[in-house]
């Protein structure tokens, strides 16, 4: 079993839109119309236009989405220059990730980990 597609909300598409290509530095894939699709390696990040699919009172994401990258500083550049909220710069966490936290436009909580550095849990040490 595996991930294959992890979905954010969107109130406003077409910023979405313009926010996470510059951002992730790939082109939306809109095949689908209220959706705009993202293909990340092996998962999709899925940005859903929430009030085009009817799914009631709009709310981010509650928790963190994580992505790992091998371009740490050059995302957080992107992500300055795509005007995401920054919550914590990049850093060295206290559990050995080297890594940003940031908002997207309709507040999702994102966090970007450098490839090299990833706390994966079992068998991983504590700093």
């Known amino acids: 079993m595996r991930v294959f597609r992890v979905a954010v909300?969107?109130?406003?598409?077409?910023v979405s839109r313009a926010f996470y290509e510059r951002l992730l530095g790939v082109a939306a894939d809109d095949t689908v119309p209220s959706r705009l699709y993202f293909h990340l390696g092996d998962v999709i990040l899925a940005v859903i236009d929430w009030g085009v699919e009817d799914r009631g009172t709009f709310q981010p994401t509650p928790e963190n989405l994580y992505l790992a990258t091998d371009e740490l500083d050059t995302v957080y550049e992107r992500a300055v220059a795509a005007n995401?909220?920054?919550?914590s710069p990049v850093e060295e966490r206290p559990w050995g990730e080297r890594s940003f936290y940031c908002l997207d436009p309709d507040g999702n909580r994102l966090c970007f980990?450098?490839?090299?550095t990833l706390f994966v849990g079992r068998g991983a040490q504590w700093a």
């Open 9 to 14: 909300p969107a109130s406003r598409i077409d």
């Open 84 to 87: 995401a909220t920054v919550v």
């Open 113 to 116: 980990v450098d490839d090299k």
